[in-house]
């Protein structure tokens, strides 16, 4: 059984103090929620304090980008192994990144190796354009973008990843996938690319969550489907009233 895990993807959004006050909140939300994975992204700054503040807690913590060389003359950047021992998670390859910030396939995938090699998971993102959407290129897109992001990966390095299913038209625009849509994109061309370059236990083991839009009136019909394993959350996840309603809706969507 795949555990659903809704990760809250703060962009840059918050200082360090108005961190640390949304996570005391969002962790008396969540403290005795066992079936439900939670995770913040807050930006880089914030990383410690956060970390600090959420010690001992089951929420757990995220990056939202890394840069794939180990060390080096790079100004702005952040590598792997300072983020090593602070998060358990990063997002890589986010439609922002890839849009404003130029981040390739093959960086993607570089970022998935440089985090794997010290033992960080990547919460990895993929999705369409609108333009491509409409074009009826979605399919062939995201399988490609799949395809690039895993290239060299292990069958077991793939299993423990977390991909994001998240169409650009979706994201911050009040816009949603049906959940249908969504589950058919995530079991059929995400889960079955998957099968196809590894195998299908390890297909079944990566969970995918949807992104964009998700909000606390229309996350149950999202996670209410098989193949949805939670949800990356940007908007709805700077306030701990509506993330925390978010992984209680996940409960009892999941019967819980
Ligand atoms: P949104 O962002 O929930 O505000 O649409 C999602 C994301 O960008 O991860």
Not at 32 to 43: G, K, L, R, S, Y
Not at 161 to 173: H, K
Request: hydrophobic share 45%.
């Amino acid at each position: 059984m795949r555990k659903p895990i809704l990760a809250g993807n703060w962009k840059m959004y918050k200082t360090i103090a108005e961190a640390e006050t949304l996570v005391a909140a969002i962790r008396s939300g969540v403290e005795f929620i066992d079936a439900v994975e939670t995770v913040v992204c807050p930006p880089f700054v914030a990383l410690p304090a956060v970390a600090a503040a959420l010690a001992g807690s089951p929420v757990g913590v995220g990056a939202q980008d890394v840069y794939f060389e180990k060390e080096g003359a790079f100004t702005g950047e952040v590598a792997a192994p300072m983020l090593q021992g602070l998060v358990s998670y990063c997002i890589i390859g986010h439609s922002e990144r890839r849009a404003l910030f130029g981040e390739s396939d093959d960086w993607v995938n570089r970022k998935a190796k440089a985090l794997l090699a010290h033992g960080i998971t990547p919460i990895l993102c993929v999705g369409e354009s609108l333009a491509q959407n409409q074009a009826g290129e979605t399919d062939t897109f995201v399988r490609s973008q799949v395809q690039a992001a895993l290239a060299g990966l292990s069958p077991a390095q793939v299993a423990g990843l977390v991909i994001a299913y998240e169409p650009i038209w979706a994201i911050g625009t009040g816009l949603t996938a049906t959940a249908a849509d969504a589950n058919r994109i995530i079991g059929l061309t995400i889960r079955g690319a998957i099968a196809r370059l590894y195998d299908e236990t390890t297909a079944q083991a990566v969970r995918i969550q949807y992104g964009g839009s998700t909000k606390p009136d229309n996350i149950a019909g999202f996670m209410a489907m098989p193949e949805i394993d939670g949800a990356l959350v940007g908007g709805a996840s700077l306030t701990a009233a509506s993330f925390v309603t978010m992984v209680q809706e996940t409960l009892r969507a999941r019967g819980g």
